[in-house]
């Protein structure tokens, strides 16, 4: 017997199916959504990233996530320090969300310094410039930084390195001295290393007298015969090289202080200036030391009390009588203002 479907009947074989297909499509909207709400991701609390890394694991800033990041959409600048928005996909489930978080650009590496030694040796009564035994200082991002002194350092400044450190060459031991560099963004790191003042032998009694009669010898040839250089000022001046020391002295005979050996070379050129360190201060015109000729006097002290006077060279170099132990040197002069008890205060000129 067959059944015949009236018009109600086909309806319903119209309508249920229909129903059943929303159904599956509307629940298939709602889990899309539901998947979509859910996609999301925290970042741990120490998020960042290192500046001038040429790459990162952007995996190590998440803290949690709901589903997997599958690229990333727009990424920071490692190039520039400070908080950068990147943006990723997320997907689950073949669902995909884009999430905006913000990660901060951090530079926390310290400039480095490389230095030739750690420890340098110098005999004692030597001079020795600290410096050269720095190789060089640099910022792994940011290159070479350049060198300032420590006095010169204003307030804020990045970028730089100092050298620290007294060396007293006439006493042996040893002595710190500290590289400090500050980087573009304020990283400070610290080198240091040792300067090592040696001993000079102890004569025997022997060797010391033949030095004494040695002495006496050198300095009746002084007397009879004073040395000459090449006529000029500053030839004059280097031919008393290795000259003793004695306080109060002024002449070849006796020995020269530091203002006795001023006065004596300028006198050799026919430029009279007076008998102490102290007053020489006052001879002649004040100039910069940018300014400075051959033949100029150097005058050091601390503020505006004078200890020390020299006769300049040109080319950054001076001649002095210095000391019992080291006599009449030639030195840097920048050395000498940077590793002195002294400071370079004021430079006169004598016509």
Not at 25 to 35: D, F, K, M, P
Not at 106 to 133: R, Y
Not at 219 to 232: L, S
Not at 305 to 320: C, D, F, K, N, S
Request: hydrophobic share 35%; proline share 3%; net charge negative.
């Amino acid at each position: 017997m067959k059944s015949k479907l009236g018009p109600s009947g086909l309806i319903r074989l119209v309508i249920v199916p229909a129903f059943l297909g929303l159904g599956l499509v509307g629940g298939y909207a709602v889990e899309t959504n539901r998947i979509y709400q859910n996609l999301k991701m925290t970042l741990v609390d120490t998020a960042s990233v290192e500046y001038g890394s040429a790459n990162y694991d952007i995996n190590k800033l998440v803290d949690k996530i709901d589903g997997k990041i599958v690229r990333i959409e727009e990424d920071v600048d490692t190039s520039k320090v400070g908080k950068q928005q990147v943006v990723v996909a997320l997907e689950k489930d073949g669902v995909e969300k884009n999430v905006a978080f913000e990660v901060e650009v951090k530079d926390t590496k310290a400039p480095e310094a490389e230095i030739k030694k750690e420890k340098v040796s110098v005999a004692q009564g030597q001079s020795i410039n600290v410096l050269e035994n720095v190789e060089k200082v640099y910022d792994v991002v940011d290159g070479d930084i350049e060198y300032i002194k420590k006095e010169e350092v204003e307030e804020g400044k990045t970028n730089y390195y100092t050298v620290e450190g007294t060396v007293n060459t006439t006493k042996p031991g040893e002595y710190p001295v500290k590289v400090t560099a500050v980087d573009k963004y304020g990283n400070v790191s610290q080198t240091d290393f040792k300067v090592e003042v040696t001993r000079q032998p102890v004569k025997t009694e022997e060797k010391d007298k033949d030095q004494k009669a040695a002495e006496a010898i050198k300095q009746q040839e002084i007397v009879n015969n004073v040395p000459m250089g090449d006529g000029t000022l500053v030839g004059n001046a280097r031919a008393f090289a290795g000259y003793r020391y004695r306080s109060g002295g002024n002449s070849p005979a006796t020995g020269f202080d530091c203002s006795g050996f001023v006065q004596y070379i300028l006198g050799q050129s026919g430029i009279i200036v007076s008998r102490s360190s102290g007053s020489q201060a006052h001879d002649g015109v004040s100039i910069p030391y940018a300014s400075a000729q051959p033949g100029d006097i150097l005058i050091w002290g601390h503020g505006s009390r004078v200890t020390h006077t020299a006769i300049y060279l040109g080319g950054g170099q001076m001649m002095h009588a210095t000391n019992p132990s080291m006599g009449v040197v030639q030195s840097n002069v920048s050395a000498w203002n940077t590793h002195s008890d002294a400071r370079l205060i004021d430079v006169r000129r004598v016509k």
